[in-house]
DNA sequence: CACGATCCTATGTCGGACATAAACGGAGCA
DNA sequence: TGCTCCGTTTATGTCCGACATAGGATCGTG
């Protein structure tokens, strides 16, 4: 793509308009029931077209982020009516509303609850595939912590540890819980991120990672499910999300540890 | 927006033609991998400018339906890539799909899955303002079964239904359990049509719905996961639809009747 | 002060024009 | 002969200017 608008110089990087109006909702700029600047407006304030600005306003209009009123303006909807489960929404939440606590908790909490069902699922229905996937990515988040840079074949142990999780939604082979994983990637690299800090921490990480696995392999789908708790739970706590475990589901596991604190 | 139909004058009926294109996708005309007609060509079919057809056709690159390639065309793409989470596609899911026993199958797995979940954390988190939302839906349908056009205050019993589902997805209080009401609610709709025959079957659906309400008005999240799981059961009996029970999570509950089939 | 007609604003639609990306096909060269 | 390279074709991406339409706001009148 590129650029031949009036500027002069070399405006390679056209803003993505429509990312850039999600950015300043995300972080304020525009609240829900506020109205983002008329179209002519972002017409001058990105110089383009009436056309590219309609574009993108329909992208928000499609994620639920505005409504659009004939003859009034486009208007900041509420949080709630939001589509936070497209996944170009739950791009640009993990991107830009990082800072956010409230999105934050009720993303992990989200987690908490799917990925351990999902677990289940994946040790029910994975074929060899499915493993193969999931190891690669398992054996790529081992490898690139044990280079000095956590490269693997050029992509990072994060980057793994997401592909590893990705690779469990699809091992359910339904449709909807894969689809979740995508809008569930952004959120997860996100949490990725911002934890795993001491070596200690990522091999108790990387331990739960591997029973996870493990159990989706044998089959055990109850197994499965309450290691995918405990590796949500290693991440919980290098984030300091606590206060959680009433949305955790009480498991009866016998081999497995229970989880609750109290 | 909405058409007010009957306007034969000039432009009579507005075909909102992403929902005409997307109808075309569901119902085969167009598969995965195929091109949709040029824009031109669908400017010329319905009768309007490029604006309108290239807004519609972004509609359904929202929806991840089809990519479009410059200079080459529109192609659908597989169905794994579309967002069925979006609310907008899940809407034309249920009305055009009917028939798709996979997709009908899968999400009544999905629903197998997270009902029950939903069902605890609402037990959990339900305020008394959501209590009254479930509990003017249950007599809504109620009421509406009473008459004999199944109308209760101009709402059908099986919009009362949608909407006590509904509800019970808002007394979660977490956002992303509240959207994936609106993304079921299309295809809860669908199921809810095609079951519900008999007046035997709906009196033990009525009752599966108390046992539900009251669970979560107890705050017994067990109680309500096993009873959301029964409801579920019930209108997976009504549509023949057996053999999920692999995807039942395996529940312990001592009040609660089991519900395997076997 | 109530109420309806009018104006105004910003979006919705239209039509045409040119720029751009990707596949196709033919010319030139080793 | 086989390959690369470059134009052509096609359909989308962007731009521009204009008018139609839907709401809200305003103002006038009874």
Redesign the pocket.
């Known amino acids: ?2 650029r ?3 500027s002069p110089n070399n405006r390679a990087t056209r803003p993505d308009i429509a990312e850039q109006l999600a950015e300043a909702i995300f972080s304020g700029v525009y609240a829900p029931g506020d109205f983002v600047p ?3 407006d972002l017409c001058e304030q990105y110089s ?5 600005v ?2 993108a306003l329909q992208t928000l209009v499609a994620a639920g982020m505005v409504k ?7 208007r900041v909807r509420e949080l709630a009516e939001w589509h936070l489960l497209d996944p170009r929404v739950s791009d640009w939440m993990a991107r830009f509303a990082q800072p956010n606590p409230r999105i934050r908790r009720e993303i992990f909490a989200f987690r908490v609850a799917v990925e351990p069902f999902v677990a289940r699922l994946a040790a029910e229905n994975a074929t060899a595939a499915d493993l193969l996937a999931i190891e690669t990515a398992y054996h790529g988040m081992i490898r690139a912590l044990e280079t000095p840079d956590h490269l693997y074949q050029g992509v990072s142990h994060d980057d793994h540890d997401v592909a590893f999780h990705e690779a469990i939604f699809a091992a359910t082979h339904n449709l909807l819980w894969s689809q979740i994983s995508h809008v569930l990637k952004p959120a997860i690299a996100l949490l990725v991120e911002t934890s795993n800090h001491s070596a200690d921490e990522l091999n108790d990480s990387m331990e739960r990672h591997r029973l996870l696995m493990e159990a989706i392999r044998l089959r055990q789908p109850e197994q499965a499910e309450a290691a995918a708790l405990s590796v949500l739970e290693r991440t919980g706590l290098d984030l300091g999300l606590e206060g959680l475990s009433s949305h955790l589901p009480t498991l009866r596991l016998p081999g497995v540890g229970r989880l609750e604190p109290s």
Request: proline content about 0%; overall charge positive.
């Open positions: 793509m590129s031949a608008t009036s008329k179209e002519l383009v077209s009436r056309s590219t309609r574009s659009r009123i004939s003859g009034q303006g486009s």
